[in-house]
């Protein structure tokens, strides 16, 4: 099996921009414009904000990024794998990247949004110790969006 690899690096690349077309382009086949919470590349450019990517023969096959809220906490934005990758366990490897620059970060919970139409990325965040929560944030309540929360301090320890 190929290896996949994580490293933070900056999203403006051509590779990473495809992801997250990709990533535009399915949310919006399952969820209307308003509940579709997408940050773009500006965003994901800022100092409080940490971009991983996954490589696969050098080739970018997935990315995330952990955003920071200032209290304390960080929200997982732009978690995405090409289809083609799938079953290589990026997501799983970019997750746990993540939680761990949290963990170096001194974070003391990561907190995201997924849509309930997704059932493969919240069973990876079920079984990543993330459990439901409200609306945390600017969120608002949304029968399409489930709110999910992991300590980190379980993170560390586990």
Known sequence: ?????????????????????????YASSLYPAESNHLVDLSQLELSTVSFFVARRDDHIVGCCALVE???GTAEIKRM???????????GRLLLSALEGKAEKLGLTAIRLETGIYQPEAIGLYKASGYVERAPFGSYQPDPLSLFMEKRVAQTVRS
Do not use: Y
Not at 80 to 90: I, M, N, Q, S, T
């Open 1 to 25: 099996m190929p290896t996949v690899t994580i490293a933070e690096e900056p999203p403006r690349q051509l590779a990473v921009l495809r992801l997250l077309e990709m990533s535009d382009a």
């Open 69 to 71: 809220a200032g209290d």
């Open 80 to 90: 995405f794998v090409d289809p083609e990758a799938r079953g290589l366990k990026a």
